[in-house]
Nanobody
């Protein structure tokens, strides 16, 4: 049974930081591309950041320079360090794991709210 369990969301003031974690089980974590997506109310889900099994990363333009994705294969965990948070970063953040079209999994999401 595959599980992706996110943690680390919460309420933070603009300019603050949060670190999201996603621990995976039931998959060979090291071969998967891992990603973080987000969905704000009334908006479509969008890619925030992604890291391949080789460690290559890419980011949405809106978070470049502020967010950093990383992975620890020994802990089956992917992280998203979010700095200089803005109100517009408010969303539910989802962890995603993909290997091929047949191996594609989502976490349940964690709420991030940026508000003063």
């Amino acid at each position: 049974q595959v599980q992706l369990v996110e943690s680390g969301g919460g309420l933070v003031q603009p300019g603050g930081s949060l670190r999201l974690s996603c621990e995976a089980s039931g998959i060979i974590f090291s071969i998967y591309t891992m990603g973080w997506y987000r969905q704000a109310p009334t908006k479509q889900r969008e890619l925030v950041a992604r890291i391949t099994n080789g460690g290559s990363t890419n980011y949405a333009d809106s978070v470049k320079g502020r967010f950093t994705i990383s992975r620890d294969n020994a802990k089956n965990t992917v992280y998203l360090q979010m700095n200089s948070l803005k109100v517009e970063d408010t969303a539910v953040y989802y962890c995603h794991a993909v290997y091929t079209l047949n191996y594609d999994y989502w976490g349940q999401g964690t709420q991030v709210t940026v508000s003063s």
